[in-house]
């Protein structure tokens, strides 16, 4: 891997803010026991909120690597495992829609990652033109 360090930083603050955001927003899904639809609306929010953790994370990696890279999949995994990990085994809330929970989580992660990465791809398009030109110009 050409962008290691980059990709040992990015992955970190990921993780971090990916735990931060589960430690904070667990407690809400206690209302999947209670009121399912209540609850389903609460994971469907969380899952918001990871959809754009992982898209802004993809597009920043994206945006400046040097070379076309697929280590935004394994980003992607990294910000999707500690909530999961979290809920099947920290928490006790949520114990009978945990693989809703997953599934839902799941696809938030892996449509930020591809909108992520189309989006970084475009920016770093535009990084490039933007080096290029700024090169002839001295």
């Given at each position: 891997?050409?962008?290691?360090?980059?990709?040992?930083?990015?992955?970190?603050?990921a993780?971090?803010?990916?735990?931060g955001i589960?430690?904070?927003?667990?407690?809400?899904?206690?209302v999947?026991?209670?009121?399912?639809?209540?609850?389903l609306?609460?994971?469907v929010?969380?899952?918001?909120?990871?959809?754009?953790?992982?898209?802004?994370?993809?597009?920043?990696f994206?945006?400046?690597v040097?070379?076309p890279t697929?280590?935004?999949?394994?980003?992607?995994?990294?910000?999707f495992?500690?909530?999961?990990?979290f809920?099947?085994f920290l928490s006790?809330?949520?114990?009978?829609?945990?693989?809703?929970?997953s599934?839902?989580?799941a696809?938030g992660?892996?449509?930020?990652?591809?909108?992520g990465?189309?989006?970084?791809?475009?920016?770093?398009?535009?990084?490039?033109?933007k080096?290029?030109?700024?090169?002839?110009?001295?």
């Amino acid at each position: 891997m050409q962008d290691g360090a980059r990709f040992f930083a990015y992955s970190t603050w990921a993780i971090m803010i990916s735990l931060g955001i589960i430690i904070f927003t667990h407690r809400f899904l206690e209302v999947a026991e209670h009121e399912f639809w209540l609850g389903l609306l609460a994971m469907v929010f969380i899952s918001f909120l990871y959809f754009n953790l992982t898209f802004a994370a993809t597009k920043r990696f994206i945006t400046k690597v040097p070379a076309p890279t697929n280590a935004h999949i394994l980003l992607a995994f990294l910000i999707f495992l500690p909530p999961v990990a979290f809920i099947f085994f920290l928490s006790d809330t949520i114990a009978a829609n945990e693989i809703l929970f997953s599934l839902i989580m799941a696809a938030g992660c892996y449509t930020g990652m591809i909108f992520g990465n189309k989006s970084g791809i475009k920016a770093r398009y535009e990084y490039i033109e933007k080096l290029k030109e700024l090169q002839k110009n001295m």
